[in-house]
């Protein structure tokens, strides 16, 4: 069993320089537990891998929980997610406050006026890269462009991922469904239907904010989160921007540009969120609001996921999901884009972000960096 200390240190260390993204975050996993430290076998680490994509949550971060847990147990488990986590999110917090004092003045407008065309050149690569080897089909196609389009008219996110993953199920075990269990997964679809409306109905949005229902956002958003970080800015554009109004969409792409710009996990978004609608506690309570789920459900589904992964009907789910979440980036993607490519800087920011992430394969931190000091002198020269 590996020391407390041990564990701790790692995600300490991952924690404070994993920059790039949640496949950034792994392959440094892989990096350090693996090749240099030999804690596990590489067949382990893929395990583990194929588990965190069949739970909501940030996958990066719920591969830490994971590794800390087979390694040191249930201390193990909150040690390794605390720590690789909360650099990120005291980082942010710093950012945040920055940001709040100083976001809109002139000073501070130019940088993040050059981010935000980069963010979207991020989102779109992301999107690219995602999809190709999950583009397997004309079904998959279809869920993808149908959720970009039914999200674009105002569908709810969270329904567009359940409904897509039930289908899924029904296109893996089509020919089962037709021959022998068709009755028995109509019930269970209506069973889920009502259950979806009623969980709805429950946290339907209101413009009114106070602690609880930023807990209880994030908590939602943190309990149904698949395809990682990305996806999360769906939800949000959802959720705070068009239901809520909570932020604009301004502040919105101002607080994915500081995720990405940070190491860890990308969701260290929800600090920021939480700290510009109310300061320091919401700052708290959103990041441990969003992370929270993947603590549980590390702990409650971890040592048995990876044998659900074989059955036809889980693995459809997950096809399913994943397409839909493919679909939602697209739509954000797209409304970002409508909002903020307005002037020639834009496009030429946007476009020289794509190439250099897909040809250069250039690290999105330089991308953010690039981006922000492009903005700032373009401001400067005053083109």
Known sequence: MVKLKEVALLFLKLGTTAFGGPVAHIAMMEEEIVKKRGWISPEQFLDLLGATNLIPGPNSTEMAINIGYLKAGWKGLVIAGVCFIIPASLITLGLAC???????????????????????????????????????????????????????????????????????????????????????????????????????????????????????????????????????????????????????????????????????????????????????????????????????FVLLVGPFISKIRKFKAASGFLNGVNAAALGLMLSVALLFAKSTLNNLNAILILLAAIILLLIKKMNVVWIIIGSAATGWLLTLAKL
């Not at 709810?156 to 991922?161: Q, T, V």
């Not at 469904?177 to 209506?190: A, G, T």
């Not at 909570?246 to 792409?253: D, H, K, S």
């Not at 969701?267 to 441990?288: D, R």
């Open 98 to 296: 920055i940001y709040n004092l100083y976001g809109t003045t002139p000073a501070f407008m130019p940088i993040m006026t050059g981010m935000r065309p980069a963010i979207i050149a991020i989102i779109l690569t992301s999107i690219y890269r995602l999809s190709e080897p999950k583009i397997k089909n004309h079904f998959t196609v279809l869920i993808i462009i149908s959720v970009a389009m039914l999200n674009l008219a105002g569908m709810d996110e969270i329904l567009l991922l359940l409904c897509s993953g039930v289908l899924g199920i029904v296109w893996e075990i089509r020919d089962k469904i037709i021959k022998e269990v068709s009755s028995f997964i109509s019930l269970n679809l209506s069973i889920l239907i009502s259950g979806i409306i009623l969980t709805i109905n429950l946290l339907r949005p209101t413009k009114e904010i106070n602690y609880t229902r930023l807990f209880l956002f994030f908590l939602k958003v943190g309990s149904v989160l698949y395809g990682g970080g990305y996806v999360l800015v769906a939800y949000l554009q959802g959720g705070l921007v068009e239901s809520r109004h909570w932020l604009t969409r301004v502040q919105l792409l101002d607080a994915i540009a500081i995720g990405q710009f940070t190491p860890g996990p990308v969701l260290s978004t929800a600090t920021f969120i939480g700290y510009i609608l109310m300061g320091v506690p919401g700052a708290i309570i959103a990041t441990v609001a969003i992370f929270l789920p993947s603590f549980v």
